[in-house]
């Protein structure tokens, strides 16, 4: 099994129950996420690094790929429940632990739903084909014109975001919850690219003011 954990947080559950969350996958990777919202909702874990990168990748061994056979990361293992896919395991430990970042009613519930595959479906690929193309291949292996029509589609759901912060104070209403949480995981990558919100007022707000919280701060120290 990998070796090397770096961030380990026990504690006994109410009712004396003894849990421990386990999470794989390096801190650069969308196992980011997961440590985010694991502090973020007080969840006990154990973190284990998971590295992803040809020749050493971890992910592709046999012992890891007994837990997630597409030797990706992130994987959880919640007391024995075995579980992938970054935006469903978030989702998962929102509604299985108690907090107040998962509201109770169906409507609710439904607009987290629906910023969260707004995320992943909407912005999510446009964004990590222009990180790639302007951040993470070597020059000679960037595409500028992907770049520039990432960018373009981008621009677009960057837009429905100030929308909507424009009509309410975060994504979930009038208070942060899972809404705001999923998406604001996924633009973390704009603070690599560096690009130009300025069009975006009250979503670069939103934005700053997301990564800036405690359980961000502790997650962002893992990678950067």
């Known amino acids: 099994m990998a070796q090397g954990i770096v ?18 996958g390096a801190p650069h990777s969308r196992a980011f996420r997961v440590i985010w919202l694991a502090n973020e909702i007080g969840i006990p874990y154990e973190h284990i690094p998971v590295t992803f990168s040809v020749p050493n990748a971890q992910c592709k061994e046999p012992w ?14 919640d007391s024995g429940f075995v ?7 978030n989702l998962y430990l929102a509604e299985t632990y108690k907090n107040s970042l998962y509201p109770s009613t169906p409507q609710s519930r439904g607009r987290i739903l629906q ?55 975060f994504l979930g209403g009038d208070t942060w919850n899972m809404a705001d949480f999923m998406v604001a995981c996924v633009l973390y990558v704009l603070t690599r690219l560096k690009l130009d919100l300025t069009a975006y007022p009250k979503l670069e707000v939103w934005l700053a003011a997301s990564l800036d919280r405690p359980a961000a701060q502790v997650a962002r120290k893992l990678r950067e």
């Open 64 to 77: 890891y790929l007994e837990l997630n056979p597409n030797g990706l990361v992130p994987t959880i293992d």
């Open 7 to 24: 961030s380990v947080c026990r504690v006994v559950l109410s009712g004396g129950e003894d849990r421990m969350l386990k999470i794989f």
């Open 83 to 89: 579980m992938w896919e970054t935006a469903a395991i």
């Open 115 to 169: 910023w969260s595959f707004f995320a992943t479906t909407e912005v999510e690929p446009a964004l990590i084909t222009l990180f790639r193309n302007r951040v993470f291949y070597p020059p000679e292996q960037r595409n500028e014109t992907l770049a520039v029509q990432a960018e373009q589609t981008l621009r677009v759901k960057l837009a429905v975001l100030e929308d909507q912060l424009a009509k309410t104070p």
